[in-house]
């Protein structure tokens, strides 16, 4: 069973920076697509990005393009998440999320397509 822990959340300023980072375990983490997602208070959950199995395709939700960016470590079992110049409207509850695909360059925005979930981890951006 894929379990997935999400850490690295908390309080920072409005153009902070924040990484954070998700653990996966249970299966051959190579072989899963990645993806990050967020629920604001009061929305419904969105995508944020996502990357392949090996790192080298990454899409990002046009709100994030150019500040976020998304990694994989497939040594260590674990995506990021790299956080720049963060705006009050990035808080949220950011959810890691995995899917199984036999496709190498498989990546996706839709969260009914991910099989795993974590836990979530709070982000607050203070203005």
């Known amino acids: 069973q894929v379990q997935l822990v999400e850490s690295g959340g908390g309080l920072v300023l409005a153009g902070g920076s924040l990484r954070l980072s998700c653990a996966f375990s249970?299966?051959?983490?190579?072989?899963?697509?990645m993806g990050w997602f967020r629920q604001a208070p009061g929305k419904e959950r969105a995508f944020v990005a996502a990357i392949n199995w090996s790192g080298v395709k990454t899409t990002y939700a046009d709100s994030v393009k150019g500040r976020f960016t998304m990694s994989r470590d497939n040594a260590k079992n674990a995506v990021y998440l790299q956080g720049n110049s963060l705006k009050p409207e990035d808080t949220a509850v950011y959810y890691c999320?995995?899917?199984?695909?036999?496709?190498?360059?498989?990546?996706?925005?839709?969260?009914?397509?991910?099989?795993?979930w974590g836990q979530g981890t709070q982000v607050t951006v203070s203005s």
């Open positions: 249970g299966r051959t983490f190579s072989n899963f697509a």
């Open positions: 999320a995995a899917i199984f695909s036999g496709n190498p360059y498989f990546t996706s925005s839709d969260m009914d397509d991910y099989d795993y």
